[in-house]
């Protein structure tokens, strides 16, 4: 399965929580799920549950149903909560911590910026969105890339205050990870536990 790249705001509503990696949009205008019958009561099943907590996590974070699958595994292998593993996972991607460290709008911006060659992890310039950040590396625009529009306004504008994980020198837009994240670092609403009872069945 592909990355979405479809109406995002489409999916906000359809999920009923902001998904700040997503888009900076806000279902306030209509807080219900799109389409013709959006607006009637909606019962969940246990499996519902489960899919919409996945796909809360799924599209906050861009990813293919694929690297979901993958990064579970992963989690699923350490010794902590996979749940909370694999959030952590998450939030140490490249394309994540260029998102909260402000140097982006959204995860989809952050990620075309580290594609494009405009990011340096620890002084060596990094394309790869899904290489994972430890304690101690540092994320920088490179020198070319500082003066770029879309990094001054997303770092005047920061969609979300930056986790206590990193350490910010927006002047210099250098992002420092100091500590692995934590789970009150997440800043989607989601249940985590939904989504190991949606996996672990299934793989």
Do not use: C, W
């Not at 807080?31 to 009561?41: F, I, K, L, V």
């Not at 920061?158 to 350490?167: A, F, G, H, I, T």
């Amino acid at each position: 399965m592909s990355r979405y790249t479809g109406p995002r705001l489409r999916i906000v509503r359809r999920l009923g929580t902001d998904l700040p990696g997503l888009t900076r949009k806000i279902a306030d205008r209509r807080p219900y799920p799109p389409g013709q019958h959006g607006q009637r009561r909606r019962r969940f099943s246990e499996f519902k549950k489960q899919l919409y907590e996945k796909q809360k996590i799924r599209f906050n974070y861009g990813l293919t149903e694929q690297q979901m699958r993958n990064l579970f595994l992963e989690a699923q292998r350490s010794k902590e909560p996979a749940g909370e593993m694999l959030l952590r996972l998450l939030e140490q991607r490249l394309d994540n911590v260029v998102f909260r460290a402000g140097f982006a709008p959204t995860i989809p911006a952050a990620r075309q910026l580290v594609v494009h060659g405009h990011i340096e992890v620890d002084g060596r310039k990094t394309d790869r969105p899904s290489y994972r950040i430890e304690p101690g590396q540092e994320v920088a625009v490179r020198e070319k890339s500082k003066n770029l529009e879309r990094i001054e306004d997303s770092i005047a504008q920061p969609s979300l205050r930056p986790p206590s994980y990193l350490e910010l020198n927006a002047d210099k837009r250098v992002s420092r990870m100091t500590s692995l994240p934590s789970r009150e670092d997440v800043p989607v609403q989601v249940d985590e536990s939904f989504v190991v009872e949606y996996y672990s069945p299934r793989l």
